[in-house]
Every structure is written in C-alpha cells, then in structure tokens.
C-alpha cells in the first residue's frame, strides 16, 4: 500500500484514462483534473479532514472497492485516543459490508458511533448485538433516497475509491459502485483513494446514471433489458469539494469460499426442476428472465445447475457478481450480468483479473439505487433467489436476526427483489449448527419479508411453492415439502392443536409455545423435540 509522506504532490499517482492503453503519464494535462496535482498526499494527512462525530460515507460493497489507507488512518487515530482516555469515532455509512480492515478494524478499536446500512464484520456484529454499536438496517434501494431527504444527518465527508482520475477531472469508478455518486453529491468534503491495482480495464464497464429525482421531478428509469446503458462510465465531483487525494495499491478482499455440501447440491437440484416446471407450464418464458441471487455456496450451486440446463442464454440484473456467474459468462451460458459490485473468492478474483477483456463486455456496474429499483425489478420481471435465516410455516421469512433480538448481518437487497420480483425464492438448508436448530419454525422470531413477499421456499427436503394457497395449506406444503423429518411431527403437531385450540382460525397460533421452540434452544442448545 503507498502511502509515503514523499508522495505528496506528485501526480504520477493520479493515473488518467490512458493508462489503459499502457501508459502512466507522470503529469494530469490540462484541464480540471490539474486542479487536483497539489491535493496529493499520504494516508494520514488526509485523514486529518475527518473530525470526530463527522458522518463518513464510504465506497465498498461486499469487500470489493472500499477505501483501503485512509480507513487504517483512522484506526491509528482512534487508539491513540483510546490511549489518551478520549474517544474518536465517526459514522460509518457505505454500499454495503466491507471488509476486516475497515468495518472490523474501526469497531475494533471502537471508532464506529454508528452504522448503515448494511455489515457482515464479526467484530463490528458484536458490537452491534452489546448495545455499544447503533446500527441502522436500511433497504439498499432507498439509502440515497433517504441520505438525500436528511434522514441520516447531514454528510460530511466521502471517502471513495476509485481506478483513476482522467485529464478533466473525471472519476473512473472501482469495482465497486454502491452508493458513490450519492456521497459525492451530499458530502462537504471529498477524499479519493486512486488506487494502481484496480485493473485498467474496469474503466467503461461502469453506467453511471443520474436521471434519479425525489418527488414530483421523478421520471421512469428506462432499462428494458439487463444490457441497457442508460448513463455514463464516470463517477462526477466538483474538484473544488476534493480536499485530498491518496495514492495507493491494495488488493480488494476476496471472500473466504465455502465449498459445495450435499445441502448445497440438492437445493440447486430443488430449484433447476422447479423453474422446468414453470417453463413447461408456461409460467416462464424457455430463456428465462433476469436471475438475481444472495451469495454463498448454495447460490453458486444454483447457478451452476442452471448453466448446465436448458436455459441459457441466461442474464443476470443483481446486486453482486459472484464466482458462479462468472463461470457462466465465460461459458457463454449467461451473456450479460448487471450489478452494483463484485463479490468473488480468491480464485474467483485471479479469473476477474486473467479475464477481464472478455469479462469487459459482459458485466455492467451500476449505483444501487440503479441495481435494486423496484421500478427495473419488477419491470423485468426477476427471479429473486435470496437465504434466509428461518421461515415459518406461513411463509413468513426472518433474514436478519438470530433468536429474534440478535443482528446477524442485515436486510441487504434481499426486501428490494423480493418485494418485486416476478417469482421470489428463499433457500435455506432445513436445519443448521449440526441439526440442533430446525430453520423452519412455528413462528418466526423476527420478520423481514411477510407471507405476502415470499413466493417459494427452497430446503434440501423440497419446494414449497405458495402462491395462492390460504395460509393453513401453506403450513401444510412448507411443513411436508421442507421441514427436517427430525422436525416435521413436532410441526405438524403445532398446526393440528393450533388449528384445534387457537382463538381464530385463519392463521392459527400458540403463541407462548411458537417462542418456546426458540428458548428451548437458548436453554437446551438445541430445538429438537424431547
């Protein structure tokens, strides 16, 4: 990572747009972005324009694209004020999660006074669930909104990251967009980190649109097809509001992988077969419609069965691009993927990079509030395949919380596509921690998506599908088609004696057993009927 005090000031580190064609000037030429030359400095010195309490929003989505020298900055200061008996702890906004050595590192050392709108740090999730941490879950599609109604305070301060600045001061975006374009509108002040390892070829890849409008100016998004560019490559900012410029080279952060289980397979075995029925039902068109997928293993199981159906060619509109998609547009089974970030292993990211010429034309960066509209979703008409952390048996989905009081990650997109997609699918293995815990369950302990968002429900033990059945049958299917057998008769037997005993029958509940099957795994270790 550069960040040498003997760097300030030489613009060899501002790389304009031409070094994708192999060359790094060592002078901006002309033009707004020599504006920029005597803003370069080091970490540290750019540090310096946050002020404790400032509200920071920061680039990064799922490790990709986050600013990587002036957050290390950051933690120095807020030890050394720890050391001193003072505090130093700004608000963190972003895209979404980032990665250790921002989120983690900063709540770590406890330089965090709030978050949003979306985390999956360990360290920072601690914090979160001891009260020392606030932390606002937010739809990923309405942040900009919301940051630009006032809702979150004021901003003063974007730090973003970005591939290069080219001669007239434009911003050619990371491999991540999120929210950029929003914080480099709100903010007072702008801090760029260029980074020289972000790959040349990332310049062009991105659609940058800013035709957005809050009420009554707001105009149709017009995306008809995953494919369309309805914007431009670069991210905009006055440089009079660039108040730093830090050079760096660092590698973004590759998720760890989770290899395919047995769960894992059958799941994405459960889900090919239940879109060949909507296909052959014609329910769904034979080349489907946009897929868009949560991360981890069971989603890259899913799409790698899909690639080898009969669907293909298959387009993706999503948030992330992950390891599986990338497989199916070198294949050629998927011919244009649409998100706002990379989300990739470790070999994921080498393929990105030994690739990206012919990734370059397939794979679209969009802001959020551009990737998860519900107008473009649901114009499209998207297959949602999102986890969960638990349904219950009407269909209600909790997504966010362990034993109803605990934060685990956050809503994310998962409400954005599930809200409009054409078919929504929530896929989860039937029983977790060595099956102890059954995710399926009488009531659920926390709701993120009701029984009126959820479509279809996907364990290894089968497909529920929901859709227009009343909530007693709906019980009936997701208990029969994807409860753990180990579970099933305890569930089964919850429905029968609420259906006989509860006080309405329409959606019947026992509602001081429901919650017992979660305190029996708080006080037992485990969910399993006795």
Not at 255 to 276: K, N, Q, W
Not at 462 to 483: E, F, M, N, S, Y
Not at 497 to 515: I, M, N, S, V, Y
Request: charged share 20%; glycine share 10%; aromatic share 6%.
């Amino acid at each position: 990572m550069t960040d040498q005090p003997e760097l300030r000031g030489q613009s060899a580190a501002v790389h304009t747009a031409s070094r994708a064609g192999g060359q790094v000037p060592g002078h901006l030429t002309g033009g707004s972005g020599s504006s920029l030359t005597g803003k370069v400095m080091p970490a540290e010195e750019a540090a310096a324009f946050i002020a404790p309490g400032d509200h920071v929003g920061m680039s990064g989505f799922t490790g990709f694209g986050h600013p990587k020298a002036v957050p290390a900055a950051l933690v120095r200061r807020a030890a050394e004020a720890t050391a001193r008996g003072d505090r130093f702890a700004v608000s963190v906004w972003t895209g979404s999660s980032t990665a250790p050595e921002l989120d983690g590192a900063l709540a770590a050392v406890d330089g965090i006074d709030l978050r949003m709108p979306y985390q999956s740090d360990p360290v920072t999730r601690a914090k979160i669930n001891d009260g020392s941490l606030d932390y606002l879950d937010v739809h990923l599609s309405h942040v900009a909104q919301m940051v630009a109604e006032g809702f979150f305070g004021h901003l003063d301060v974007a730090l973003v990251e970005v591939a290069g600045i080219t001669p007239d001061g434009a911003l050619i975006p990371s491999s991540s967009v999120g929210n950029n374009s929003a914080w480099l509108d709100a903010a007072d002040r702008v801090i760029l980190e260029v980074n020289s390892w972000q790959l040349p070829e990332l310049e062009g890849m991105h659609d940058i649109y800013y035709g957005t409008a809050l009420p009554p100016d707001r105009t149709p998004i017009p995306i008809l097809r995953p494919s369309d560019r309805i914007g431009e490559p670069y991210l905009r900012c006055s440089p009079d509001k660039i108040v730093a410029v830090v050079p760096t080279n660092a590698p973004d952060y590759a998720t760890p992988a989770r290899p395919m289980d047995s769960a894992s397979e059958l799941i994405a075995g459960h889900v090919v077969d239940f879109l060949t029925h909507e296909v052959r039902h014609g329910r769904l068109p034979a080349t489907l419609p946009p897929l868009q997928s949560g991360v981890g293993n069971v989603t890259n199981a899913v799409l790698a069965g899909l690639g080898r159906g009969s669907f293909p060619p298959l387009t993706a509109y999503t948030e992330v691009v992950q390891d599986g998609m990338l497989r199916l547009l070198r294949s050629g089974a998927m011919t244009v993927a649409s998100a706002t970030a990379f989300s990739l292993s470790e070999d994921g990211l080498a393929d990105l990079r030994a690739n990206i010429g012919g990734y370059r034309g397939q794979i679209i960066l969009r802001s959020q509030e551009i990737s998860n509209h519900p107008e473009v979703i649901r114009r499209l008409g998207c297959l949602a395949m999102n986890g969960m952390v638990e349904a219950d048996i009407y269909g209600n989905v909790n997504s966010t919380h362990v034993m109803g009081s605990s934060m685990l990650n956050g809503i994310g997109g998962s409400g954005d596509f599930a809200r409009n997609a054409y078919v929504a699918m929530f896929l989860s293995p039937s029983t977790v921690k060595d099956g102890t815990i059954s995710c399926i369950v009488p009531m659920a302990s926390h709701v993120d998506h009701t029984e009126h968002d959820v479509h279809v429900i996907i364990t290894e033990q089968g497909v529920a599908d929901l859709r227009g059945l009343p909530p007693r049958h709906r019980a009936q299917k997701i208990i029969d088609q994807c409860a753990h057998p180990a579970y099933r008769a305890a569930l089964q037997d919850y429905l029968d004696r609420a259906t006989a005993t509860a006080p309405g029958k329409h959606t019947p509940h026992l509602l001081g057993e429901a919650f017992a099957w979660h305190m029996r795994y708080l006080q037992e270790g485990t969910m399993r009927p006795a």
